[in-house]
């Protein structure tokens, strides 16, 4: 029977197909089935092309199939369809394909590189409810599979790894990578990286702890990527004393970590204040010789600064201005609003005249600082200067910073600058702070100032008024 034939009868069968199914059975292997076929039947006839086409997938038998998959004169590409079509139509087949079929069907994507088609096919044996084969049989069937380069067996399971790491099957990775050790095949230090990944994300790092220091006796070579996953993970959770702990281990057994190891266990004892373990993690780097980068300096800064620990973190900005490192704006406004929360103010007028010297830019975060902070210690003339350099740069008040102006005058008596400032809001349409309108309007009381009093309290209800809904507005559906 010709392929010709062959397909235009397949068109003709419904429900048990799909619409053009021959679509779906690549060329060549259509021709190797017909062939098949052909050589096992002693004649055909028009009036049974159907059944004779039925017949040439319902004559496949599991040798067969396997021979198909096998076999190099079919691309795996195709072989992964023709795969896929006889699940999708178990009813055109007198067998399901056995476990046999899939390996080799996945060993052939492995070596065509087709990692995810691998990874989905592999799947569906040993995670999917069915078929499912637990891994001492599918380990024994690999081991059957005598055709196949190590090179491939290995990397098969080390791809058995990742499956089950990736559906919590934590029992299985170990067992894979048990049976990998026992019988000498190779595994990638990569894909256990993969899974102390998968660990650190569900805040398992008991038994991604446990799985580092399998690797290490199993004579892995472990990488710094390895070792800072399980450091992140670990500080994730807060136990720095034990991550500090594996960190010297590691480093006895000759695995150094990097810079980004130690900001992770540094970035974790600045969050927390715990300064006793941050010293030591400090002191070992310097054991160890390794150097400050910008981004350990910065969280350092913003440890000290968070904490109160101000002058530290100024030596910190000096020192990277000594090693020629750039301190980036975000850095000056800490120290600065931290001088000035802790009424510092001349230290932090210091700071931004070394921001002026150094070429760093300013932006509104380092004026708010500095302008609250000496508002607060009532030097107001002094606030007012910053306020014009502010502007000059092209940046304007917020409300907030109107409403910390206003109170500073009205606080030192000024009452007129604080009027003026609180008329130059409206105009803005800026809010009021009712609590600061309240004492303008009580020192303006105070010093008989009455008809500037009602104005500022017309200004004031005409605002409130023009931010509410009016009660004769269109009713809501």
């Known amino acids: 029977m010709s392929i010709q034939k062959v397909l235009r009868t397949l068109k003709t069968v419904k429900r048990t197909l799909p619409e053009k199914p021959h679509r779906e059975i690549p060329y060549s292997i259509s021709k190797t089935l017909v062939s098949s076929s052909s050589s096992s039947s002693s004649s055909s006839s028009s009036s049974s092309s159907s059944s004779s086409s039925l017949g040439i997938l319902s004559n496949l038998s599991p040798a067969k199939l396997h021979q198909i998959l096998a076999s190099p004169e079919h691309k795996p590409s195709q072989c992964l369809r023709f795969f896929n079509f006889i699940i999708e139509n178990q009813s055109l087949i007198s067998f399901k394909p056995d476990l046999q079929a899939h390996l080799t069907l996945i060993f052939r994507l492995l070596m065509a590189r087709r990692f995810s088609d691998a990874e989905n096919v592999l799947k569906s044996v040993s995670i999917d409810e069915y078929p499912r084969y637990p891994f001492p049989f599918l380990a024994a069937t690999v081991e059957n599979c005598c055709c196949f380069e190590p090179k491939v067996v290995a990397k098969l399971f080390n791809l058995m790894i990742k499956v089950y790491s990736d559906s919590a099957k934590f029992d299985q990775v170990l067992e894979t990578f048990d049976h990998m050790k026992k019988n000498g095949v190779n595994i990638d230090e990569r894909t256990c990286t993969v899974h102390l990944f998968t660990l650190k994300r569900i805040d398992e790092m008991r038994l991604g702890l446990e799985f580092l220091y399998r690797m290490i006796e199993s004579g892995i070579e472990i990488s710094v990527y390895s070792l800072t996953v399980v450091v992140g993970g670990l500080c994730k959770s807060g136990e720095i004393k034990k991550c500090r702990e594996l960190v010297e281990d590691m480093l006895s057994k000759g695995i150094k970590p ?38 350990t300096y910065k969280i350092l800064i913003d440890g000290y600064s968070s904490f109160g620990k101000i002058e530290e973190a100024e030596k910190l900005l000096l020192e990277m201005h000594d090693k020629d490192l750039k301190a980036d704006t975000h850095m000056y406004n800490l120290i600065i609003n931290g001088y000035c929360k802790q009424g510092l103010v001349d230290r932090a007028v210091s700071v931004f005249d070394k921001m002026t010297n150094r070429d760093i830019n300013f932006n509104f975060d380092t004026f708010w600082a500095l302008v609250n902070g000496i508002c607060k210690s009532g030097k107001m003339e002094s606030a007012m200067v910053y306020v014009s350099k502010m502007q000059s740069k092209g940046i304007e008040l917020d409300e907030a910073l109107f409403n910390t102006l206003v109170d500073g005058f009205y606080n030192k008596g000024m009452i007129d600058e604080a009027l003026a400032l609180q008329i130059e809001m409206e105009k803005k349409g800026f809010d009021f702070d009712i609590s600061i309108c309240s004492k303008i309007l009580r020192g303006l009381c105070k010093s008989k100032r009455f008809e500037e009093a009602e104005e500022l309290v017309d200004m004031m209800v005409k605002r409130q008024s023009s931010t509410h809904e009016s009660p004769c507005s269109s009713p809501r559906y």
Request: a negative charge; one cysteine or more.
């Open 258 to 295: 990097n810079i980004v190891t130690y900001n992770i266990m540094i970035d974790a004892c600045a969050k927390r204040w715990n300064f006793e373990e941050l010293n030591s993690i400090l002191a070992l780097m310097e054991k160890e010789g390794e150097a400050f980068n910008v981004n």
